[in-house]
């Protein structure tokens, strides 16, 4: 080629691209998704929608219309909140529907232990990794509870009966692999005990409590639900798997961790935005509650409910990827997830 005709091509390159580039621009504007963009500067300005991934009437269900509701009454968000359950598959329905509404910034999610265990558990696709963490802000603590004429005195009897045999007490409570499981696994465990021989029977709704006072458990698990039986005397409390005492009507009752049982069994709740949430909502949202946190209608709600602040924004994504290689490796030990 001469050097004529070289220089011609590179004009013309030139030329094609000079042109080129405002429709290659212009193109990829138009296929930029609407997530990607910026809130609007009077956002919210239409109903936040809050997804409960369980049915009403439940810890989840009582966490998100109490945050709705103080988030409204106390003036930090002014526009209003439209409640929608979507029970089922252990939150997973409610997980699959927040999914669908990628970068939808007029959607939360109330979430829960779900977000690691449903997935580890039963195999369902979506987890806390397809969505946007925003904030986690409160702590529940297991119990571990016998009834009133109990010969069980101590977490120590309950020990060294499944040191002799490790199926010889019954425990009670929620879904196997769930946190009432785990709490009694890793006291099995701490203790030296192989937890996977331990024997536990799981109950729905209610009918844990039933099978504790009526003798069909020796040993049950509950959580804050426990408040009434207790204090009302029909239940015993052996031990809370907290870092620290409780307070309120709890302050007494003394923590596994204190009697020589390093078992912490956290069970929090947290907000949840869809995948591709805009930063500029997550930062909203998570001022929002930021601002809840401190006001003394919710300080009131953490006292009334036995619940423990727990308020994290920033650091939570870390503390989710920790958490869930922590589950997966407690529910390998038990045989109730392949390695």
């Not at 621009?25 to 956002?43: E, F, G, I, N, R």
């Not at 052996?238 to 870092?243: D, E, F, M, T, Y």
């Not at 006292?303 to 989710?320: G, I, M």
Request: hydrophobic share 40%.
């Amino acid at each position: 080629m001469s050097q004529q005709n070289g220089e011609k091509s590179v004009r013309n390159r030139l030329r094609t691209n000079f042109w080129l580039a405002p429709v290659l621009a212009a193109a990829s504007l138009l296929h930029t998704p609407l997530y990607a963009q910026d809130v609007p500067k009077d956002y919210p300005n239409r109903p936040i929608e809050w997804i409960i991934p369980a049915a009403p009437g439940g810890g989840i269900d009582l966490f998100g219309r109490t945050v709705t509701r103080v988030l409204s009454e106390q003036g930090i968000v002014t526009q209003s909140f439209q409640i929608t359950n979507k029970p089922g598959a252990g939150g997973a329905i409610g997980m699959a529907e927040m999914v669908q509404r990628k970068g939808d910034i007029n959607t939360l999610l109330g979430v829960a232990l779900h977000v690691h265990l449903t997935p580890l558990l039963q195999g369902t696709p979506h987890s806390y990794k397809d969505m946007t963490p925003i904030a986690k802000l409160f702590a529940e603590y297991a119990m571990m509870v016998v009834r009133k004429d109990s010969p069980i005195k101590s977490l120590d009897d309950v020990v060294e009966a499944i040191k002799k045999d490790p199926g010889s007490i019954k425990f009670g409570g929620s879904t196997i692999g769930n946190t009432d499981h785990l709490t009694a696994a890793n006291l099995a465990k701490v203790s030296g005990v192989d937890p996977r021989k331990i024997t536990f029977v799981p109950y729905t709704g209610g009918e844990s409590n039933a099978a504790i006072l009526g003798g069909h458990v020796d040993v049950g698990m509950g959580g804050p639900d426990l408040i009434d039986l207790v204090t009302g005397g029909e239940m015993r409390v052996l031990g809370v798997a907290s870092p620290e005492r409780l307070s309120g009507p709890f302050a007494e009752l003394p923590t596994f961790k204190e009697q020589g049982y390093e078992v912490v069994t956290e069970t929090w709740r947290g907000v949840f935005g869809p995948p591709a949430m805009p930063a500029a909502g997550v930062k909203y949202w998570q001022d929002a509650l930021g601002k809840m946190v401190k006001t003394d209608a919710w300080r009131t709600e953490l006292t009334k409910n036995q619940w423990v602040d727990r308020f994290e924004t920033e650091s939570f994504p870390a503390t989710l990827d920790r958490e869930h290689e922590e589950f997966r490796k407690s529910l390998i030990e038990l045989g109730l997830v392949a390695k």
